[in-house]
Structure formats: structure tokens, C-alpha cells
């Protein structure tokens, strides 16, 4: 390749303060640099500043801290002043600056044409003809029906579209999230009087049975209840015991410490025989009254009936009544959307019912504390919306923040509905297939450039503040709202006095300041709330009292029950899209499933029984009928499903979501029928069941694993609790005891820098894999690259499968670079491009490679990266680009080195106050968002860091240490 690299470029961008990036020696040309003329008092060029704000990729709410530089954000991590999760991010938080930055974005207001085609307006146009529209049905005397539809919003952007909707005239907001909690509502109300979502105190608890909540992808607040389950799991040793009983071995049940494979529908009746069994072995913590109502109520329920339901041997039930008993803090958990059948109101009141009995309700879950997410309407309500829109009742609807016409049903025929509505307002940041039906769209900015709140649960107010210039001409939804009701109002007045919506969220601030019982002024409290990302108030739990009527409830089954040649159809949720809305990031794509270890795709989970009597191999494409809907999909073989389910990821297959969504796989809820669970007006998941059918088509199923299990080379290990508690294995597979070197040993006298995963904490989410592309600037290779093995990762999540005593299951290996003390990718590398430093890292040094790929072929561990092409960003993902390292091109080698530009950082600052870096001062990216924990950074000098310790922990290993390469990584094994 030959570089157009002339010497009066190479002078200028020196001159121009570094605006080349010498690092790949791009060949592109130099860019015009405009200094400051008066740079700000607190601007210090190449610092970056953080930002406190709110997270708003999913209805969880959690905290983040925003990292900008001149005038870019570059990074998005975890607030840990903010209790929702305590600085930890999920992988969807990790990928927000793919949507900032995303090319499909709205660029500005669109308007439909006379001929039917969207066309792109002013703001003023676009404000004048919503109002214009707004006070022609107001003359006409229909604005009463005018509809506003929303997701999950709260605080200060609730009350002013509920404000300025009555002010209007309009009838009430409706709210639809395609990941709601009706069923828990109704069974709270129910239960307890209480229609509420609960909170559920995971790290109370030293035994947990969960039926199916998916606390690890995206059950009410994922990133909050990973943190909590790894707290339970390690509090006080390692005794506390969790089961997941679920149909299909999900990401969830393969973080539990026993997964029961359990009939679709049926987890009703296993939570009754084990309430059953705990009566009657005398664990109930109940008065001889409640008892005894009990009794009768659960007599039925026996260990043996119940087995012949749910397929669950009655002794797993014994057993696992009988440690549930023995607990003294037991959780019961009930059914996540996957789970959710016509059936899901019973499931949940029999599991509020076995909290009761074991003493729980008010210790482990509590009642008052509002989770905000339980405010949304339900599926049925929306299914009335949508009937009236057929009706043609509607005219006028305004969305926000929800794309029903992807997520509900095709049945429900949501867009036949919309498509009847005579004007169509959405304020979608992005194009969706919601917004394909707008006549108008008013482009809304993505939560890091506005003012908002968020109020996640009672007491929780996070506060959103802008953190750069909009990226394109999108306006804050709020300002568009107040403008166009003072246009038709003509003015303030006494409901709607703001002119601005900063100024209506100060107002309504300052209502949360007056009830915060804060003796400072409101403008101390402000730049307090601003400066901790909110205002976190302790909410007290209120008491919740068990309903006696529940002793004559009638629990009823699933409704599941077709021919021997149909399946039960098990949609499930998908921790990376959600419910699809973060389909269009291109790491999202890219990271692999943690189970299937697929990348851009769906597939359908079949079990090898299934696969072998249909005579299907993975890749075959199968049509997949439920009635007169159908979709065909991939098979993917997996003894993680029953042999009588197929499972389907949500998320994918979408129309109109930009350009890295858009014919990416099948929507697997779109052949839901459109039924609504009878008494909480849900959308019950688990609702149908679908023929197989081989079509003879194969398809490209691209998997980054490798392999299925480790082969027993060891790269996987676990210890069992015995081994741990008798000191058996202690040793085990442990560091050699003499070092034999073929060189002389490095020499690390300040620093040695090291890692330490614990397998026992990591879940395999992949927030890690998320944080390390966005951190050093790893670029997306697209499917096909990634079908011949050149994806671009620097950590990767190993999935291993396991068999043990008959029972299947998954574990997790998070592997990045090992900086091997004998590393022998250094003694190969014929331009010195690789070396082992003073301070324990492999360093890469991407000037010197000459791209022999020699380092690639000697590492044991597979984790070097070569750079095929120079890789381009889509305008504007550039701008996501860290300026702190260099941007690699074809013909480099890449890898991880534990974040080195963060080690440096640490190191400058700890410098400046005359010290060395210590314990905590440095913290990789990878480290830095795990939700559990898992990945422990420091310096192995230091005897009192954490890493040291856990190198010397019983339960430490090196992956092939056999070789003797002397990685500098610690893995703990997993404790089964």
C-alpha cells in the first residue's frame, strides 16, 4: 500500500497542535484548526470533564456519568452516587453514544407532502402547523378524542404532557411499554390491596427460587438486581444458594447455582407443591388460623400431582421445599415476559402466597417504594386505544418514546389502526415503524443533550442535564410542547406559567425541595442535585397485610394444550435490544449473545431430540406457524430448551429502525396472537403454540465460540462447596510451584500491573465487551467479517457448556490479553511492535508493526486482533472516537493492555499529589461497568490490593498455565 503522506501535511498538522494522528499514520488529509479567540475560564484543552446524568436506554433509570472534551462526548459510564446502580452500567448504557451519534438520526422536521412523501421543514414550520391542527379540532369540537401516546415517562415531562393535554382539551395520556408488570400489579392488588411493582431485597436473602425473572437482561432493573444477586450470593462465604426454575436455560439461569427445566406455563403449580410441602413439614411462619386455611387451600398440591404437571420430579421438589424452609431468609421470584402466560396473575399470586409463608413479605420485598415502571398502562388498555383508532375516533395522535407498531402483535393490528388516524404527530429522535405512519415528525434530542428528570422509584429523582450541543437540528420535546400550547393558548397562564421547559423543570424542583426538608436555599440544593446526578431521598417501605380471601382463590393453567406435531413458542427478551429499541447499535450487533454466541442475527432454539426427528442442523431455516402468522428463522441446537419448545429471541427483524436494524433477523412477537391475560390485561408471552416446519433453506448463523466446551484444557474450572469447606482442592490446577525461564525475569519495581476474574460473580452480560469498544475505539466488522473469524474485540465472553450428573449447563470466561510474564508473542515479533514493560504490561506499540501477524499465531489465548482494513465510521460515529488513543488502520495489530491511556491518567494525577497510584486510583473500562464485580485491576507489588490477595485466593487458577507463560490474570473458579 502506498502512502500520500506529503512533508507540508506532516508540518501542518504538527503545527496545528497534533490534529494528524501519528499513532496509525493515517493518510487522510489535515483538517483546518480554529483556536479559541477567548477560550472559556475553565476550559483546559485535552482534559475531559464528567457530566452526572440519567441513563435512559431502558425504563430502569439508571445513573450515568457523561465524559466530554471539546465539546464531544467520548464515554458514558455508571454514576455511583446514584443508588439505582451504584456506578455499574449495563451493555446497553455502554452502546448510548451509538445512538448520540448515530447516522440515521433526524436531522430535522419532517412534514408529508400532498404526494404523500416526507419532506424536511423548519422548526417554525413544523410548530405552526401542529398548532394549526390542534385548534382546527378544537373549532370542530373533536380535540376531546385527541390522543397522546408515550412510554415510560416521569417527574417534570409526565406532569407537562399531562398539563398541557388538559389544558388542551384532550383526553388522558396513555403509556405503553412492551415490557410492562401488570401481572405483579394485579396479583399485588390481590394479595395485599397494593397494585403496585414491588421491590424485591435480593442481598436479604440467603435462598433464591426464581421462576423465570430474567434479573440479569431486562426484569425491571437488570443492572440493579445483577449487583444485588452477586451481593446475596457472596454475603457471609459462599452458602447462599439460587434456583432457577425456567423452561429454557437462559442467560439468568446459568448465573444460578441449579437450573430445573420446567413444562412452559406450569410454574404455578410447582410454587403451590412446594407451598404444600413447607406446611406440611411445619416451616410455615404463620399463626394456626392462616395455616390452616392454608392447608386447604394447597392439599391438592402435591409433590406428586405437581410432578406430573410441570415434568419436575416430585424429590426436586421435596428437596428444594425442604432447603427453602431450612433458609432463614428465603425469595421467591416469579415469571419474567418470557414466562408470562394467560396465566401469569396466578403464578404471582402463588409466589407472593410462598413469601407469606415463609415470612417475607416486608423483609425481602416491600411494599411503598413505587417502582415508577408500575405507572404504565396495560397491553388491554392499548388494545382499547387501538380499537377506537380502527373506529376512526382518533384524530389526532402524538407518540413519544414507544413504537407499538413493532412491538404488539401483528394480530393486534396496531398499524392498520394508526394507519387510520387522519394526523399523525411523533417527536421520535429516531426513524422507527411507529413513526413510518406520522405526517409530522418533531425530532426529540437523546438524553445526553437535554434538560429532563427521571424518577426511577419513590424518592429516586435523577436529573438529566445536557451534556453537548445537539449533534443535528432535533429540539428538547419539552420546549416543542410549551411552545405550541402558549401559540394556541395565547400565553402563559396559571397552570402553564413557563416559557421554557428548564424553567418548568426548575419549577417543578422546587416542589421537590420544599418536600426534601433541605435547609439550604432552592439554588444549592439545584447545583447539589446537579453535581450527584439528582436527589436521592431514603423512602420508607410501608407495611403490606396478606389478604385472607386468597384461601379460595382458583388457579388456573396456561391454556397451552395442542397436537403432538405443535411446540410451545418462547419469545424472550433480549438483554442487548431490550424490546427492540436498541437494535440499531452496531456493537450491540456485533457483541455475541451470551448463550448462542451469535452475532447479527435471530435463530430458533431447538433441542437436539427436536432437531434430529425434524432432520434439521444448525443453520436450516424453519418455518416457524402460529395460526395464519408465520416466520421463518435459522436453527440454532441447544440442549438448553426442552424437546418439546421452540425459543426465539425478541428484538430483531425490524423495518424501519436505520440502517444496522433494518432486515436483521425476525420479529418473533409479531405471530403472537393479540389475546390479553383475562385479569390483569397483560400480553401474555407465553400465549401459543407453533408448528415446525424444514423449508430447505440454509443461512449463514454466524457464532463466535468456537467451540462448545473447553475440551478439558482447563480454561473453564469450577470447585464444588465441599472441596472449598475441606481444603481439597486448594492447589488444584494452581500456580506451579518453581517458575522454570528460558530469559531472565522482567523486573517490575513499582508497578505490576494485574487483573483477577471471579467466575463465581461473572454473568456473562457483555457490559464489559461494550465498555472496552467504546473505550479504545474498536471497530465493527459487520457480519460476514465476523463469519471468518475477524471480529474485532479486545475482551470476549468464552461460553462453555457443561454436563454434570445429567443436568446442562452454561459458564462464562471473560478473556482479554493475559500480559504473560513470558509472553510469546514478544520473542517473535520481528519489529520489536510488542515488549514486555517495566510495569507488567504487553505493550503494542502500533507504529512499529509491520502486520506479520507472528504475535497473532504464537498467543495461546487468541486475543490479538489484526486490523484487515482501514475501518470507517459512518458520519458522525466518528465523533464517538477517543481522542486518548489513536485510531489503528490496515496491516495493525491490536489488543487489549488493561486500558494503559487510564493507567497513565491514574498515575499523572496520583503524581501531582505526590504519591504513587494506589488502590483504586485506576480502573479499566471493563472493570469499571461490570454490574457484579467480577473483574478486579491493581498492582501485584501492593501485598494489601485486592488483586494481590485474590491471586493467592484457593480458588485462584491461570488458564493453560501448564504452558508456562505466566499470565498475569487470576481467574477464581466458579463454585458449584
Known amino acids: 500500500m502506498e502512502f500520500k503522506f506529503r512533508r507540508r501535511d506532516f508540518l501542518k498538522g504538527l503545527l496545528s497542535g497534533g490534529a494528524v494522528a501519528l499513532g496509525g499514520c493515517s493518510p487522510e488529509k489535515t483538517e483546518k484548526v480554529i483556536p479559541y479567540v477567548v477560550p472559556p475560564d475553565d476550559y483546559i484543552p485535552g482534559v475531559s470533564k464528567w457530566y452526572n446524568s440519567v441513563c435512559r436506554e431502558c425504563p430502569a433509570g439508571c445513573g450515568a456519568m457523561v465524559r466530554q472534551r471539546e465539546g464531544r462526548v467520548l464515554k458514558v459510564e455508571g454514576n455511583p452516587k446514584n443508588p439505582v446502580n451504584e456506578g455499574a452500567l449495563c ?15 433526524f436531522a430535522q422536521p419532517y412534514a408529508r407532502n400532498q404526494a404523500g412523501k416526507m419532506e424536511k421543514i423548519s422548526w417554525e414550520d413544523g410548530i405552526n402547523m401542529l398548532a394549526q391542527k390542534i385548534k382546527q379540532l378544537s373549532t370542530e369540537g373533536k380535540i376531546g378524542n385527541a390522543m397522546f401516546l408515550s412510554g415510560h415517562v416521569t417527574g417534570a415531562r409526565a406532569k407537562l404532557i399531562d398539563t398541557c393535554s388538559s389544558l388542551l382539551g384532550m383526553k388522558k395520556r396513555a403509556t405503553y411499554e412492551a415490557f410492562s408488570y401488570e401481572s405483579i400489579k394485579t396479583a399485588g392488588d390481590l394479595c395485599f390491596g397494593r397494585k403496585e411493582v414491588p421491590f424485591f431485597v435480593l442481598e436479604k436473602a440467603d435462598y433464591l427460587l426464581n421462576f423465570g425473572a430474567d434479573l440479569f437482561e431486562t426484569w425491571i432493573s437488570p443492572v440493579r438486581y445483577s449487583k444485588d444477586f452477586s451481593r446475596m450470593r457472596q454475603n457471609d462465604g459462599y452458602y447462599k444458594k439460587s434456583v432457577h426454575v425456567e423452561p429454557r436455560h437462559s442467560l439468568t439461569a446459568a448465573g444460578a447455582d441449579e437450573w430445573v427445566s420446567i413444562r412452559p406455563g406450569t410454574e404455578v403449580f410447582m410454587a403451590l407443591g412446594i407451598g404444600h410441602e413447607l406446611l406440611k413439614n411445619g416451616k410455615a411462619k404463620l399463626s394456626a388460623e392462616e395455616s390452616a386455611g392454608l392447608n386447604e387451600l394447597l392439599a391438592a398440591y402435591t409433590p406428586e400431582k405437581v410432578a406430573a404437571d410441570t415434568d419436575v420430579p416430585a424429590p426436586t421438589i421435596k428437596r428444594i421445599a425442604k432447603e427453602l424452609g431450612e433458609a432463614e431468609s428465603g425469595l421467591v421470584l416469579g415469571p419474567g415476559m418470557a414466562g408470562g402466560g394467560k396465566n401469569s396473575v396466578d403464578t404471582w399470586v402463588a409466589v407472593y402466597l410462598l413469601n407469606h409463608i415463609l415470612g417475607g413479605i416486608n423483609q425481602t420485598i416491600l411494599f411503598g417504594l413505587g417502582e415508577s415502571i408500575g405507572q404504565t398502562d396495560s397491553y388491554g388498555d392499548i388494545q382499547e386505544l387501538t380499537a377506537r383508532m380502527k373506529r376512526q375516533e382518533v384524530p389526532l395522535l402524538m407518540v413519544h418514546e414507544t413504537n407499538p407498531a413493532y412491538s404488539m402483535p401483528g394480530s393486534a393490528e396496531f398499524k392498520k389502526a394508526i394507519d387510520q388516524v387522519p394526523f399523525v404527530v411523533s417527536f421520535s429522535t429516531f426513524p422507527d415503524e411507529t413513526t413510518e405512519f406520522a405526517d409530522l415528525i418533531l425530532p426529540d434530542h437523546t438524553w445526553m443533550e437535554r434538560w429532563d428528570d427521571f424518577e426511577s422509584r419513590k424518592g429516586a429523582h435523577g436529573l438529566l442535564q445536557p451534556v453537548m450541543d445537539p449533534v443535528t437540528d432535533t429540539r428538547n420535546f419539552g420546549d416543542v410542547l410549551i411552545e405550541v400550547c402558549l401559540k394556541i393558548l395565547g400565553g402563559p397562564n396559571e397552570k402553564l406559567s413557563s416559557k421554557t421547559y428548564y424553567d418548568y423543570l426548575l419549577e417543578s424542583w422546587k416542589g421537590i425541595h420544599a418536600a426534601s426538608g433541605e435547609t439550604k436555599s432552592f439554588d444549592g440544593f439545584w447545583e447539589g442535585a446537579l453535581r450527584r446526578g439528582g436527589y436521592f431521598a431514603a423512602a420508607q417501605p410501608e407495611n403490606a397485610s396478606f389478604t385472607k380471601e386468597i384461601v379460595s382463590y382458583k388457579f388456573m393453567d396456561a391454556g397451552l394444550k395442542g397436537s403432538a406435531n405443535e411446540f410451545y413458542f418462547y419469545v ?45 442442523k444448525r443453520g436450516d431455516v424453519l418455518k416457524v ?38 432486515n436483521v433477523g425476525v420479529n418473533a412477537v409479531s405471530i403472537l396472537p393479540q389475546d390479553k391475560e383475562p385479569k390483569s390485561g397483560a400480553l401474555p408471552w407465553l400465549s401459543t403454540l407453533v408448528s415446525l416446519e424444514k423449508t430447505g433453506e440454509k443461512h449463514l448463523l454466524v457464532t463466535l465460540d468456537g467451540s462448545l466446551d473447553d475440551d478439558n484444557r482447563g480454561i473453564y474450572q469450577t470447585v464444588t462447596k465441599a472441596e472449598l469447606e475441606h481444603g481439597g482442592d486448594h492447589g488444584k490446577g494452581h500456580h506451579a510451584e518453581k517458575d522454570y525461564q528460558m530469559y531472565a525475569p522482567h523486573e517490575h519495581p513499582t508497578y505490576q500491573w494485574a487483573m483477577a476474574v471471579d467466575l463465581n460473580k461473572c454473568i456473562g452480560c457483555g457490559a464489559c465487551s461494550a465498555a472496552c469498544y467504546a473505550e ?17 474485540a479486545w475482551i470476549r465472553i468464552e461460553r462453555y457448556f457443561t454436563k454434570k450428573d445429567g443436568t446442562f449447563r452454561a459458564g462464562f470466561v471473560p478473556m482479554m490479553c493475559q500480559q504473560c510474564h513470558n509472553a510469546p508473542c514478544e520473542s517473535v515479533c520481528p519489529a520489536y511492535a510488542t515488549y514486555h514493560n517495566n510495569e507488567g504490561l504487553n505493550v503494542q506499540v502500533y507504529n512499529r508493526c509491520v502486520g506479520t501477524r507472528y504475535c497473532s499465531n504464537n498467543c495461546p489465548y487468541k486475543v490479538r486482533r489484526f486490523n484487515w482494513y482501514t475501518y470507517k465510521w459512518d458520519n458522525p460515529l466518528e465523533q464517538q472516537l477517543n481522542p486518548d488513543i489513536s485510531v489503528r488502520q490496515m496491516g495493525i495489530m491490536e489488543k487489549c493492555t488493561f486500558c494503559v491511556q487510564r493507567i497513565r491518567e491514574g498515575k499523572d494525577r496520583a503524581k501531582d499529589e505526590g504519591r504513587l497510584a494506589g488502590e483504586g486510583d485506576i480502573q479499566p473500562a471493563c472493570a469499571q461497568t461490570c454490574p457484579v464485580n467480577a473483574i478486579t485491576f491493581g498492582n501485584l507489588k501492593d501485598p494489601k490490593s485486592e488483586v494481590f490477595k485474590k491471586s493467592k485466593d484457593p480458588r485462584g487458577y491461570r488458564v493453560l498455565e501448564v504452558i508456562n507463560v505466566q499470565p498475569a490474570v487470576t481467574y477464581l473458579k466458579r463454585i458449584t
Open 91 to 105: 451493555v446497553r448504557g455502554q452502546a448510548s453514544l451509538q445512538g448520540l451519534y448515530n447516522p440515521d438520526r
Open 572 to 616: 424472550y427478551p433480549s438483554g442487548r435490544y431490550f424490546d427492540g429499541r436498541s437494535a440499531d447499535r452496531q456493537w450491540l450487533q456485533e457483541i455475541p449473545d451470551p448463550i448462542t454466541v451469535a452475532v447479527w442475527d435471530s435463530w430458533a432454539e431447538i433441542h437436539p431430540q427436536t432437531a434430529a426427528k425434524l432432520g434439521v
Open 625 to 662: 406457524r402460529a395460526g395464519k402468522s408465520e416466520i421463518k428463522v435459522p436453527a440454532y441446537i441447544y440442549e438448553g430448551v426442552r424437546p418439546d419448545m421452540v425459543a426465539v429471541q425478541a428484538g430483531q427483524g425490524h423495518e424501519a429502525l436505520g440502517r444496522y436494524a433494518m
Open 776 to 792: 479504545n475505539n474498536l471497530p465493527v466488522v459487520g457480519k460476514k467479517e465476523c463469519g471468518v473469524g475477524r471480529e474485532m
